[in-house]
């Protein structure tokens, strides 16, 4: 009997007797163990796994997001590459502007300032020019344009900047005198940067006349671009283009010449006035 005992108790006890139950009971019980005696362990163990696997997916992601930027990258260069073009003519036009006033040289005569509005960008036959009380600039003083073109007449002030209402604007009028033979005329402005005036038939004034405004010397203010006629009237209608165009002034010259003209009324701003006109 006793043999027979012992035999049964090591089949109990041998590795094929052994359920799956006591084993997954004795893992659990060890899984626990190493919880409440190293509960950091297995994030110590896998943390470089997972930062791997992150910087894995980081990298991938920045790889393949490279392909979906090329579309914006090229929009981006383009835009860049429109700018720089836009920059350098800037640069061309400010460097014919420095050298526009370098060959003035000793014929200065009056206040040179930029011009930082003209037409379309300000009402039209208007110009705003960067000078002011503070460099002088008066009521009534001329505007001149390169080669000496008259321009018209500063009808405001601030301390920082001037308002010149041009020869063609509405409502300013001025003597003067067309051709070699200094026909006197009375020059009105048609706005537009148009100028008419009025004269005999019998003077024989034609297209391509010059203009002349009185002032530091013979001064060409425009040409007669077209002469309108009534056969009732004895008199015709000149129509005269500036000599300089007003879409490309980029500075002016301020005289006080003691001009006779005549520009619409305003009220000047006040002298503390900071703003432009």
């Known amino acids: 009997m006793k043999k027979t005992f012992l035999a049964r108790r090591n089949a109990l006890l041998s590795s094929t007797s052994v359920s799956w139950g006591v084993l997954a009971l004795a893992g659990a019980v060890l ?7 190293a509960p950091n362990l297995f994030w110590y163990t896998f943390a470089p796994v997972f930062r791997a696997s992150d910087l894995l997916a980081e990298r991938s992601h920045a790889f393949f997001s490279s392909f979906g930027d090329a579309t914006s990258l090229t929009l981006e260069n383009e835009r860049l590459t429109d ?79 001037s308002r010149v209402t041009l020869f063609s604007a509405h409502g300013v009028t001025t003597n003067g005198w067309v051709g070699q033979a200094g026909l006197p005329l009375i020059i009105e402005g048609a706005g537009g940067g148009v100028l008419r005036a009025s004269a005999a038939r019998s003077a024989g004034i034609a297209a391509g006349d010059v203009v002349f405004v009185p002032g530091p010397g013979k001064l060409p203010i425009g040409a007669v671009v ?8 004895p008199s015709v209608t000149l129509r005269i283009a500036p000599a300089s165009n007003l879409f490309s002034i980029s500075w002016v010259e301020l005289r006080d010449t003691g001009i006779t003209a005549f520009p ?14």
């Open 226 to 233: 077209r002469v309108d006629s009534d056969p009732a009237s």
């Open 83 to 161: 700018e720089n073009a836009a920059l350098s003519l800037k640069n061309q036009e400010l460097l014919q502007r420095v050298n526009d006033l370098a060959e003035l040289g000793e014929d200065i005569q009056g206040i040179v300032a930029g011009v930082v509005a003209r037409p379309p960008a300000s009402p039209y036959d208007t110009l705003v020019a960067a000078a002011g009380l503070k460099r002088g600039v008066a009521l009534g003083m001329e505007a001149f344009g390169e080669g000496g073109t008259p321009l018209g007449i500063v009808s405001s002030v601030s301390s920082d900047f």
């Open 264 to 277: 619409p009324k305003a009220d000047p701003p006040s002298a503390g006035a900071t703003s432009a006109p």
């Open 31 to 37: 899984l626990l163990l190493i919880r409440l005696l």
